[in-house]
């Protein structure tokens, strides 16, 4: 059974910081591509960050200097470390794992950024 389980969330305030993590099980986790994305109340889902099986990364040009992804194959875990926290970053955090056809999503985790 596949399973993905993002935690970490929480609420910060504007300027502070977080560090997401996704735990997989079930999937041989170095090779998948792992993505972070997020959704906002009334607004649809977003790609913030993603990361290879080979360790290349790409960010959502809003989260660029901001946001770090980074993963640990031997924890099957992946991370998003969010820095400069502003309120227009509260949302659902989702991580997502694609390998070939295959895609799992977690549950997601709620960010809450306000003072």
């Known amino acids: 059974q596949v399973q993905l389980v993002e935690s970490g969330g929480g609420l910060v305030q504007p300027g502070g910081s977080l560090r997401l993590s996704c735990a997989a099980s079930g999937i041989t986790f170095s090779m998948y591509a792992m993505d972070w994305y997020r959704q906002a109340p009334g607004k649809q889902r977003e790609l913030v960050a993603t990361i290879s099986s080979g360790g290349n990364t790409n960010y959502a040009d809003s989260m660029k200097g901001r946001f770090t992804i980074s993963r640990d194959n031997a924890k099957n875990t992946v991370f998003l470390q969010m820095n400069s926290l502003k309120p227009e970053d509260t949302a659902v955090y989702y991580c997502?794992?694609?390998?070939?056809?295959?895609?799992?999503w977690g549950q997601g985790t709620q960010v809450t950024v306000s003072s």
């Open positions: 997502k794992g694609t390998r070939d056809s295959w895609v799992f």
